[in-house]
């Protein structure tokens, strides 16, 4: 028998031998084409069968547009649920622009410390100046008569062992006819937490002119129950809470305090074994010293306990435009407003983004690298099942 | 009997169009793509596993599985029969690691050769020293061999289906023939 002449006859005899399907193969492959390719697997199928298998057949372009869509839906809806949940716990929600009411906004300190210094120079010589009241409270809690003496007194506000310095300010809106009523409501008010009005001044007029305005010392410890009793008179307009923590000074002062009576008590005993004139005059005289300075310190010490135990409250009558709440009108809610609170969704939007990628990412990483793994291995797999 | 494979015309415009098009023309050119590539498809998968009821069985799955993702496919990254081909590769493939794992399953070659009954000894016998020729011939040779004369593909859409260069996989297709025609001349 002859070998083939050449590559072409040998391709020729080649492709004779080409395998051909059987006609009914053919025929059951040409219905399963009409109909789809519908699936042979005798598999039972699970709930999730069908959408992976949706999902699969999705191409890349609609895949990716698809998982964005998601992923966009899914920030705006946590977005949403953060900025919610802060506004709930934050009474100024950036998400309330137009309740300003509500809104914490930090008063000057100087102007503060200022205001308590007057309140102190004109209630000297009530209650609240016969004893340094706080001092060593924080930083000794076994100090004994001091700390109990703040927690028992009629002024006892601290939250814990801090030494907080509260204020507030209100302003309420009323009708010019009403203002008189709501005056006397604040005096009720005030006299029912037993607060102090420093100063009052109330006016009568048109809409507009009529109004008043009150300078208050309301208890620390009852500075939440006057404002929602203020609150109640009339209309809130504006409502702005601050606060500052003074127990560092407050510790400090009532340290130096107990330094400067120990000396005392040693100058005392070094005055009653003095030998001679001289030697007690100098004792003496150190002694008035040390007992000025004592002096001084108690006087500190009794300004910082009335800081901590007495909140300064501004109250304002408002008549006219000015009673009108910003969340009525509008008015107050402006550009810069908007600006801002956009700023403040999309820090949040961020911030969810970056806690949504903190958390996804891992995972994401893990299952490609899972996926890569596993595609390696089966392409090892095929390769070496032509070998 | 004797047909020469025709390299399939038509059909290498996109399977997948535009995202909005997409059902409808990928189907359509998915259609065109089956109707010119079955036989092909079946030979080829033919001469990897060599049984013809695996045969039968790998070229529905790779039909299947083309199917499933027809949208995905894109004509970027390349010809739609060398995507067909790459994914009947796969198929039978996984179909050869399934038969590793189980049982070795002895196939018969001259199963998948017919002979026409009118034809003469010598032709026979040379149809048969080709069939056992071929038969001797490394996978990976006999792979080449299906695809470039059974399927009818082009250098580049073997290089593409087996993953090497166009000019690798001509040269590696010409040792494959040669290495062929010594097997049959010794035979012969």
Known sequence: ?387 | MNRRPTRSKGVNGTLTATTEEAPREADLAFDRLYRSSRDDVYAYVASLVRDQAAAEEVTATAFERAYRKRCRFDPGRGEPRAWLFGIARNAALDELRRRGRQAELVADPADLVSTPAYESAEASERRLALAAGLARLEPRERELIALKFFAGLANAEIAAVVGVSESNAGTKLHRAVTKLREACDGAL
């Open chain 1, 1 to 387: 028998m002859e070998p083939f002449r050449d590559d072409n006859e040998l391709i020729a005899e080649l492709r004779a031998l080409r395998p051909e399907p059987s006609q009914e193969f053919s025929a059951e492959l040409d219905e399963r084409a009409a109909a789809g390719f519908p699936r042979r697997s005798s598999r039972p199928d699970s709930p999730l069968t069908a959408p992976i298998a949706r999902l699969r057949e999705l191409s890349p372009r609609r895949l990716a547009f698809s998982g964005g869509a998601v992923a966009l839906a899914t920030i705006a809806i946590a977005t949403v649920v953060v900025a919610n949940g802060g506004s709930k716990s934050d009474p100024g929600g950036y998400l309330s622009p137009l309740r300003p009411s509500e809104r914490p906004s930090a008063l000057s300190h100087s102007e503060h410390r200022d205001g308590n210094q007057g309140a102190a120079e004109q209630s000297s010589g009530t209650q609240y100046e016969a004893e340094p009241p706080v001092v060593g409270a924080t930083s000794a809690p076994s100090a004994g008569t001091a700390a109990s003496q703040v927690d028992t007194g009629p002024y006892a506000s601290k939250a814990g062992n801090r030494n907080v310095e509260r204020s507030a300010e209100m302003v309420l809106g009323a009708e010019p006819a009403d203002v008189a009523s709501d005056a006397a409501a604040v005096f009720d008010a005030v006299h029912a937490v037993d607060g102090i009005v420093l100063s009052s001044s109330v006016r009568g007029g048109a809409e507009g002119e009529a109004g008043a305005s009150f300078d208050l010392l309301i208890p620390s410890a009852k500075l939440s129950d006057a404002l929602a009793a203020f609150s109640a008179i009339d209309t809130v307009v504006t409502r702005h809470e601050a606060t500052d923590d003074i127990t560092a000074p407050t510790v400090r002062t009532g340290e130096q305090l107990r330094d400067s009576r120990a000396r005392i008590d040693g100058l005392l005993v070094q005055l009653a074994g003095a030998d001679s004139d001289e030697e007690r005059a100098a004792v003496e005289a150190e002694l008035r010293a040390e007992r000025r300075h004592a002096a001084a310190l108690r006087s500190e010490a009794a300004k910082l306990g009335r800081r901590a135990n007495l909140s300064r409250v501004s109250l304002r009558i408002e008549t006219g435009a000015a009673a009108t709440p910003a969340d009525e009108n509008g008015a107050n809610w402006g550009i810069d407003d908007a600006l801002g609170d956009a700023g403040h969704i999309l820090a949040i939007a961020a911030a969810v983004t970056i806690v949504g990628l903190a958390i996804v990412g891992p995972l994401a990483l893990i299952a490609l690298l899972a996926w890569l793994a596993n595609r390696a291995r089966v392409r090892r797999g095929r390769e070496r099942a032509l070998a």
